[in-house]
């Protein structure tokens, strides 16, 4: 897989108390691989220093189209030539009312007027201004002309008052810009996901799982909705909150997971299982909790039924992905596994990695033999793996 060319941010930044998250933002921004030109506007810089921002970007800021030392003297339309996109955060409700108007009074604003590549807005101001007349229209505007729109938040203000209006926190931003630029692979496909654990009763109160945490599943799935897909989440117990847009399904056991994709399973076009489904299960719950006592106690497990086996042995089946966790002999293993399941792809990855982590590193296992996703956070690898299921989807489907 060729590695994407940095992304380039022009990250403009505009006179709000929201500003100082403009800080965290850009480090943010870099830690994913972007480079990122800091442009401020003048009152910008009486919430935080140009010397923060350049020392933090390694380059210096622009806050004036007069004296930027450009040989080109175009200041006001160089910058933005150099971007894949400008995003403006904090933006307040006087520069949103100047970018719906086309104002060009200042450096920053005539950037972006200039721009002939995407804009992103955070909004951050006070509920009341958020919330007014005129800062509706002017944001009603900037969609009409394709402006990206992050935001806001909800929830306590600067000035004390609570409501819309709060500029995203930085990690959400970082996490749509990202995704802003995610390629639209999967438009028009639906995709069904299977995480976590499964819960198999053994009573009223104990029972049989797994420390997988979903976080792979779910990383998945937020990487398959960046990519432009439909996407149905089948869910085990987890402690995770659902990505945005995801169509979530809450079950604990394996045979109520079975049943969601069997439900699920008809118009989707890919089924990717990462789910760590119980092998077993017990044959006979206790619908009361069992008592102590001094004598051994014997459980008896019969087989769950194999979700993903049975998804990949419909007669018309979405393309299968499979998720192999193993504890040594990793590409034996899933080797196996991908073929007594007849799965065009398996994922593997070591289980002492992987579970409970946030970081994982994953081997990629189809037709064409083995391909190594490097050790990578868990949203990375999913990016990856969805833009390699494209490419082995489209060339199954050809
Ligand atoms: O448990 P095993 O290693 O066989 O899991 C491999 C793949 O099969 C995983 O993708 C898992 O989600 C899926 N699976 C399933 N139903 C089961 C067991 C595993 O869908 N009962």
Not at 22 to 39: D, F, S
Not at 48 to 66: D, E, N, Y
Not at 269 to 287: H, K, L, M, T, W
Not at 332 to 339: F, G, N, P, S, V
Request: proline content about 5%; overall charge negative.
């Amino acid at each position: 897989m060729e590695q994407e060319p940095a992304k380039r941010i022009l990250l403009g930044v505009t006179g709000g108390i929201a500003a100082y998250k403009a800080a965290e933002l850009l480090r943010l921004l870099m830690k994913q691989g972007m480079e990122v030109q800091v442009a401020m506007t003048e009152a910008a810089c009486r919430f935080i220093t140009p010397t923060t921002m350049q020392g933090l970007s390694g380059k210096p800021v622009l806050t004036s189209q007069w004296d930027t030392g450009m040989a080109d003297g175009m200041a006001h339309i160089s910058p933005s030539r150099a971007a894949d996109a400008i995003v403006i955060a904090p933006a307040t409700a006087d520069f949103i009312a100047k970018l719906a108007h086309g104002l060009a009074n200042d450096l920053l604003s005539s950037l972006c007027l200039a721009r002939n590549c995407p804009l992103l807005v955070a909004p951050a101001m006070n509920r009341e201004m958020w919330q007014s007349a005129a800062t509706q229209r002017n944001i009603a505007q900037l969609l009409a002309d394709g402006v990206q729109v992050l935001g806001p938040d909800c929830g306590m203000q600067a000035c004390g008052e609570e409501g819309m209006g709060r500029m995203l926190e930085a990690g959400r931003l970082a996490q749509d810009i990202a995704a802003f630029f995610q390629p639209k692979l999967f438009s028009g496909k639906k995709i069904l996901i299977t995480a976590g654990p499964t819960y198999e009763a053994i009573d009223a109160v104990r029972g049989i799982t797994n420390r997988s945490s979903g976080k792979m599943g779910y990383a998945i799935a937020q990487a398959a909705l960046e990519q432009g897909a439909e996407v149905v989440l089948v869910s085990g117990p987890t402690a995770l909150a659902k990505p945005r847009g995801a169509q979530g399904v809450d079950v604990v056991s394996a045979a109520q997971m079975f049943e969601a994709v069997q439900q699920h399973v008809g118009d989707c076009d890919i089924f990717i299982g990462v789910a760590a489904v119980a092998d077993y299960r017990v044959a006979q719950p206790s619908e009361q909790k069992i008592k102590k006592s001094a004598a051994a106690l014997t459980l008896e497990l019969v087989p769950n039924p194999d979700i993903l086996a049975h998804v990949a042995g419909l007669p018309d089946p979405p393309f299968c992905v499979g998720f192999a966790a193993e504890s040594e002999d990793l590409a034996k293993h899933a080797e196996q596994k991908r073929c007594v399941k007849n799965l065009p792809l398996l994922v593997g990855n070591l289980a002492q990695q992987a579970i409970g982590s946030d970081e994982n590193e994953l081997v990629l296992f189809d037709d064409s033999g083995s391909h190594v996703l490097p050790r990578a956070d868990k949203l990375t690898l999913a990016r990856l793996l969805m833009q390699h299921i494209a490419q082995r989807y489209e060339g199954a489907y050809k």
